[in-house]
């Protein structure tokens, strides 16, 4: 209820970077967000998370064969795969065992893509009262966040970059929404169990002020790593 989608700009870019477009593999697929928006460009998807929770919670699709298996072993064959996309997952990996099992699984010319986005963007005043939140709860983000506010720009391809153009989610929102996708931030989930308060009331009343009745649009722009082997 409370995540933003990709756009499907992405995904078609990515699948027009590939010479062909039979089989992607969505690795850390999670709820199959982007295992499901593949479908629409390559005839088969496997999709693999690490955690069988998630997997088991995925929505089911013809086109999708949903696993159980690590980012750095896949278990799919050599020279298999024309895509491999992780969203807002990489800096979770063992990042050099899984660009090794990346890399043996793609086919000649193959495409790899991850991305991530941080903070959403409203306008100047919501975004202040946002970061103050974000600020208040730094200690309880783990440390693979600052990967993720760095835009990924610290992870070297070890094959050559694919020029992308810049991508966005966006949504529309109302302030209640906000609040309630602030309060699913694993770093809030944290502080409210270690400190028994709710560190989104601190701000609850001051973002309502500064969003007002409307709806507004809400925007998160995506820092995207591609290359080809």
Do not use: K
């Not at 209820?1 to 992405?10: H, K, S």
């Not at 970061?131 to 709860?137: H, I, K, Q």
Request: proline share 5%.
């Amino acid at each position: 209820m409370f995540r933003p989608t990709y756009p499907i700009a992405l995904f078609e870019f990515l699948a027009d970077c590939c010479e062909r477009r039979e089989h992607a593999w969505d690795c850390a697929t999670g709820n199959g967000q982007t295992a499901r928006a593949l479908t629409q460009f390559f005839t088969r998807i496997t999709a693999t998370d690490a955690s069988a929770a998630q997997v088991r919670a995925a929505e089911v699709h013809a086109q999708i064969d949903y696993r159980v298996a690590a980012a750095e072993a896949s278990g799919l064959a050599d020279c298999s795969v024309d895509l491999v996309t992780v969203s807002q997952a990489l800096h979770w990996f063992e990042i050099d065992r899984f660009f090794d099992e990346a890399q043996r699984v793609l086919v000649p010319g193959g495409v790899l893509a991850a991305w991530s986005y941080a903070l959403c963007r409203v306008d100047a005043a919501c975004d202040a009262v946002i970061a103050s939140l974000y600020e208040s709860v730094d200690a309880c983000w783990p440390p693979e966040r600052h990967i993720v506010e760095d835009g990924y720009r610290g992870i070297q391809l070890p094959m050559p970059a694919i020029a992308a153009p810049p991508f966005e989610m966006s949504a529309q929102w109302s302030a209640e929404t906000m609040l309630g996708y602030v309060r699913t931030w694993s770093a809030c989930q944290r502080s409210l169990r270690e400190s028994g308060r709710d560190p989104v009331d601190a701000i609850e009343s001051n973002l309502r002020t500064a969003w007002g009745a409307e709806v507004r649009e809400v925007r998160w722009p995506l820092a995207l790593l591609a290359g080809r082997v």
